[in-house]
């Protein structure tokens, strides 16, 4: 018969997984397939909506690690899954307009593109004065809290219309390069459609990041959706957002 020094020693013993998601090592052997995961998996999905705990955040690791992703999806964070989250840069220095926020999220998605899917490469070969007006603004690198900043910097930089412009002007009274985004997008768009890729750009961890900041947290989402209905008609660039 178990004694109850042993019956302790077994409670103590129980491990019920990490408190979040992201730091849970074994998430993937334990993760139960819904509808959901599977309609996301499908590309039925783009927005999950929960309160903090339905399992959002599961998901989106699942998907940065490749669980089941189909071929031809190049999966993008936009955040960090963990640490210092990337958009606390947007809470120091936020865009005035909503216009300017637009601009921004344009921006920092296409650099993800350009940055982490191969398309680089092909720029480099096919169209390099695009590529050296995109490094002119700070668009290329590898870090990507550097990458936000020098965008946030850039579209304080110059005027942005109501309606935004596609590709680069050169202003008699403006010094700074003005990027019309949406062009950049298309060329983007067409070189991954030639390379039969589509990348996900993955958004997640909005909330914590501007939950201390309720008329910040609506411009900042009303723009990125504003901008994921913007980037809809690109077949092969997806925004998913948890």
Sequence with gaps: MTSSIEKISQLESLVFGQRVAEEEPRLEEYFVETLLWRKILRGEIDIVYGIKGTGKSAIFHLLTIGKNIPNGIKIIPAENPRGTPIFNAIKVDPPPSEAQFIYLWKLYILSLIVNNSGVLEILKNEQPKLVEELNSVGIIGEDKS?????????????????????????????????????????????????????????????????????????????????????????????????
Aim: aromatic share 8%; proline share 2%; no cysteine.
């Design 146 to 242: 550097e990458i936000l900043k020098k965008v946030l910097r850039y579209v304080r930089s110059v005027k942005i219309p109501n309606l935004l412009e596609v590709g680069i002007e050169y202003p008699e009274k403006e010094e700074v390069q003005k990027i019309n985004a949406d062009a950049v997008m298309n060329t983007l768009n067409g070189v991954l459609a030639s390379e039969g890729q589509t990348v996900w750009i993955m958004f997640d961890r909005l909330d914590s990041v501007f939950d201390d900041n309720t008329n910040l947290e609506e411009s900042a989402l009303r723009a990125l959706f504003k901008t994921y209905r913007d980037l809809a008609r690109h077949d092969h660039i997806r925004l998913k957002i948890f």
